[in-house]
C-alpha cells in the first residue's frame, strides 16, 4: 500500500549544539543601546559596518527601539567613552556573558541526563535517537518512518521522519536545523512531531483531522 505522508520533517545538523571547540566570553557584556535620534542610529550601523567586534544582537529599527549588542572587555573600554561623547543611552544587560552560558549549558546537560529532547534545545545525536523512539513506539493507526535523504559534510545523517495514516492525501514539508545556529527550529519541530503524534493518540478532533486528511 502507497504511504500517504501527512508531514514531513528533516532534521540537519546544528553545528552550534555539537561538541566542538569552544570559545570563551569571560567578561563579555550584553549591552542594551537607546537610540534617541538620528545621529545614533548612524553611529550604531557606521560601528556594524566598520567593526567586526561590535556584535548587534537584533535589526536596528529605528529611533527609540532598543539595539542589544555585545562588547569584548577591551571593546567596551572604547565603546563606552563614545557611547557617552555622542550622549547615546546605553545599560549593561550583563557584565559576563560566560557565565549566563554556562547556566544554560548547566540547565541543558541536565536535560541531557534526563534523556529529554522535547520542550529543550538537544543535541542531534539525542534527537536521532528519539526519533527512533517515535518509530518504535508508533500507533496502530499511523504511519511513521524514518530515512536519510544524504549526508552533511561532515558524514552525519539528513534524517527525515514521515507522520501520517491511511487516509492521508495532502503532503507538508517542513525543514529544520538547516543552517548551523538554528536552536529554534529543530525544538519546533520535535514539539510538533511529539504533538501530533500523542493528540493523535489522545483522539484530538483537529489533529485527527490534519493526518486522516
Known sequence: MK?????????AVVAAQQ?????????????RLEPQTQKHLDLIKQWEEEDTEFDIWNHVRGISHNVDISLSP???????ILFVENDLPFTIITDD????????QEVLQSHRRDNR?????????AIMN??????NDNHPQLNIA????????????????????ATSRRKIWIDCGIHAREWISPATCT???????????????????????
Open 130 to 135: 528519539w526519533l527512533e523512539t517515535v518509530v
Open 3 to 11: 504511504l500517504l505522508i501527512a508531514f514531513v520533517v528533516c532534521f
Open 146 to 165: 524514518t530515512y536519510s535523504v544524504g549526508k552533511t559534510a561532515q558524514g552525519r545523517d539528513l534524517k527525515v521522519i514521515k507522520i501520517g495514516t
Open 74 to 80: 577591551f571593546k567596551y573600554v572604547q565603546y563606552r
Open 117 to 125: 529532547v522535547v520542550n529543550t534545545y538537544a543535541t542531534y545525536d
Open 97 to 104: 556573558l560566560q557565565k549566563r552560558f554556562d547556566e544554560e
Open 191 to 213: 514539539y510538533m512531531i511529539n504533538s501530533l503524534v500523542n493528540q493523535y493518540k489522545a483522539g484530538d478532533a483537529v489533529t485527527t483531522r490534519i493526518l486522516n486528511h
Open 19 to 31: 561538541e566542538e571547540e569552544k570559545v570563551s566570553y569571560r567578561g563579555y557584556r550584553q549591552i
